[in-house]
């Protein structure tokens, strides 16, 4: 006989899913106390890129030299840089395991991005014109073709092997997000100050340099004393990356070129690099760009929201959204002019629009890689974010040429105190309209990203069924090893749905 007080056996097993449902849900979740010292790397080179925006001011200011050709070298720089992060993808891809992991060594080349940082910010003044160049072309080079690129691709791969689920990766993005624009206030707060400081003078310039890159290494390097790799966390080929791999998944993968694309767009308007010229020469005091970077304490409160948020909505409709947001931010500046606070509304506006690319994207590069295993293809991690860091070079090597054409037809002099009406509305016109077209472009492409992304879940579950089928095959003989018949068994089995199949294609097409 049943006691009134004894929930009925139905009653028991629903309490006892929800507790499932509910550590299922725990396990996906990554602490903030791990994630402080993860974001570390992020903090760094976030410093790093902070400080590389005031390059072309530095040129054209403090060296006196032609925007039009420091624009030109940029160019050509770039071009460098692209070629230089797909190779770097394919060293991080063919790399060896070491006792310290396939991924993790390359944390290490911060050291070197860092050096190189301090080196092209100091060209000693007394130099001529073409030695300046040549030593702000090279050092430029050595950090941006060589040294950024396989710190920035090695990424995706290191993410993969320290966290195993999909889940951790959303988690770990709104985390690192949170953490960074945290830390980020003190670098856009305190790095104008220094550079308003430093004026004209290259021996103050090399100074501050030196003095932000020591502390930003050592900051760098926390992650990889911090975290070790796990063999369990993603799958692990023996055989090494061939060539024809990469061509394969280039050719089968057209998602990899929808991010690429968006890549590139966003780099165009991400990095325009005239914000201090804005400070400079219209509100007339460069130091106070640090002034309005304290309004992205209005950020923090959504980045707190930012893990809900994206497991709520898509990755790729909530980059779709802050782009459109962060266009308006940029024609904010077209009436701005000297107002404070107006500047600072289209501050907050236009740094959303870059939040969710940069802290996101890893999780769209890993997503591009878990379609080409399901394809039946290499994962390719780092040579998928290597493509995405190509992408971005390109696009700063558009906005790059853009800044020094624009400045220079307007009529720009570094060497004067004061502009020209051509030269200031140049000026506003790559702080303000030029951007906000290639930030609601970014956003078209986003919502049409979202074609795959919305199956991703479907298509994670059925690469770990292979994998399990797979697994399985090497203990039980006679066991299907891979395919569709396969993955049909462990999905009947689980009772999970397979994917839907579409008309067009065979099983493995979307």
Not at 73 to 82: E, N
Not at 276 to 298: C, E, K, M, N, T
Request: some cysteine; aromatic content about 10%.
């Amino acid at each position: 006989m049943v006691s009134v007080n004894e929930a009925p056996p139905g009653e028991e097993t629903v309490k006892q899913d929800r507790a499932l449902a509910k550590a299922g849900k725990r396990t996906d979740r990554v602490s903030i106390w791990r994630m402080i010292p993860w974001s570390t790397h992020a903090f760094s080179m976030n410093a790093l890129i902070v400080l590389i925006g005031y390059f072309t001011i530095y040129a054209t200011d403090t060296l006196r030299l032609n925007p039009a050709l420091v624009g030109g070298l940029l160019v050509a720089a770039k071009i460098i840089d692209a070629i230089g992060a797909l190779f770097a993808g394919y060293v991080i891809d063919r790399a060896p395991e070491t006792k310290l992991g396939k991924a993790r060594p390359f944390d290490l080349v911060i050291i070197l991005c860092w050096a190189a940082t301090a080196c092209m910010f100091s060209v000693p003044g007394g130099l001529g014109d073409v030695a300046k160049y040549a030593w702000i072309f090279t050092s430029y080079v050595l950090l941006t073709a060589l040294f950024m690129p396989l710190y920035n691709a090695n990424n995706p791969l290191y993410t993969a092997r320290v966290f195993p689920k999909r889940a951790h990766y959303s988690d770990v993005a709104a985390k690192t997000g949170i953490v960074t624009v945290l830390a980020a206030i003190v670098i856009t707060v305190g790095m104008p100050i220094a550079i308003g400081a430093a004026g004209k003078d290259p021996a103050a310039w090399s100074f501050v340099a030196i003095c932000v890159a020591i502390p930003f290494t050592l900051i760098g390097l926390v992650r990889f004393w911090t975290f070790r790799e796990s063999s369990d966390a993603a799958e692990i080929h023996a055989e090494r990356v061939r060539l024809r791999d990469i061509l394969l998944v280039l050719r089968t993968n057209p998602y990899i070129w929808v991010l690429s694309s968006m890549s590139v767009v966003v780099g165009i308007y991400a990095t325009f690099t005239a914000g201090a010229y804005y400070f400079r020469y219209i509100v007339g005091d460069l130091a106070l760009q640090g002034v309005v970077s304290v309004s992205f304490v209005a950020l923090i409160p959504l980045m707190f929201f930012f893990p809900a948020l994206i497991r709520r909505f898509s990755v790729s409709r909530m980059i779709a959204v802050s782009s459109f947001i962060g266009a308006a931010g940029f024609l904010v500046m077209m009436v701005a002019g000297d107002n404070i606070p107006l500047i600072m509304v289209s501050s907050v506006l236009t740094a959303l629009a870059s939040l969710p690319v940069n802290f996101l994207s890893p999780i769209l590069v890993i997503d591009n890689a878990t379609y080409n295993e399901w394809k039946g293809h290499r994962r390719l991690e780092s040579v998928g974010g290597a493509l995405f860091s190509f992408s971005s070079t390109v696009g700063a090597a558009i906005a790059a040429g853009l800044t020094g054409v624009v400045l220079a037809t307007t009529g720009y002099d570094g060497g004067a105190d004061t502009q020209s009406p051509g030269a200031i509305g140049g000026i506003v016109a790559v702080n303000s309209w030029i951007p906000a077209i290639f930030a609601v472009v970014v956003g078209f492409i986003a919502l049409y990203y979202h074609r795959l992304e919305h199956r991703i879940k479907a298509i994670s579950a059925e690469v770990l069924a292979r994998r399990e089928i797979a697994a399985e095959a090497e203990i039980i003989p006679g066991a299907p090893h891979s395919g569709t018949e396969a993955v049909r068994i462990v999905r009947e089995e689980s009772g999970a749905p397979l994917l839907p199949r579409d008309p067009h294609h065979g099983d493995d097409e979307l």
